[in-house]
Nanobody, 126 residues
Framework: QVQLVESGGDSVQAGGSLRLSCAASGYTNRNYCMGWFRQAPGKEREGVAR????????YYADSVKGRFTISQDNAKNTVYLQMSSLKPEDTAMYYC???????????????????WGQGTQVTVSS
């Protein structure tokens, strides 16, 4: 059973930066797609970024390209989301999720992911 624990959420001013962490346990192998999702009040959960643990290939939503960077530390079984140039519209609960397989198969949609963390809140004020 894969378990995911997010941390790093905070309240920041627009233009600021944050780094979210997702600590994973229970992996059976290295071939997982790890995704970051976010959900703002009244909105659907959307995919932000994802990384394939096997190759390190990364994928981003257009809304965060050039501002967010997803990375991994295999020794720590941790995936990071470095967020820069934050905007008020980035305010949301951020979730880490895992899919056993490639990110090509997983895609950006939440329904394909099997495992979820509890979320960490990011609030960006103008």
């Amino acid at each position: 059973q894969v378990q995911l624990v997010e941390s790093g959420g905070d309240s920041v001013q627009a233009g600021g930066s944050l780094r979210l962490s997702c600590a994973a346990s229970g992996y059976t192998n290295r071939n997982y797609c790890m995704g970051w999702f976010r959900q703002a009040p009244g909105k659907e959960r959307e995919g932000v970024a994802r990384i394939y643990t096997g190759s390190g290939s990364t994928y981003y939503a257009d809304s965060v390209k050039g501002r967010f960077t997803i990375s991994q530390d295999n020794a720590k079984n941790t995936v990071y989301l470095q967020m820069s140039s934050l905007k008020p519209e980035d305010t949301a609960m951020y979730y880490c999720a895992a899919f056993r397989g490639s990110c090509v198969l997983a895609g950006p949609h939440q329904y394909n992911y099997n495992y979820w963390g509890q979320g960490t809140q990011v609030t960006v004020s103008s």
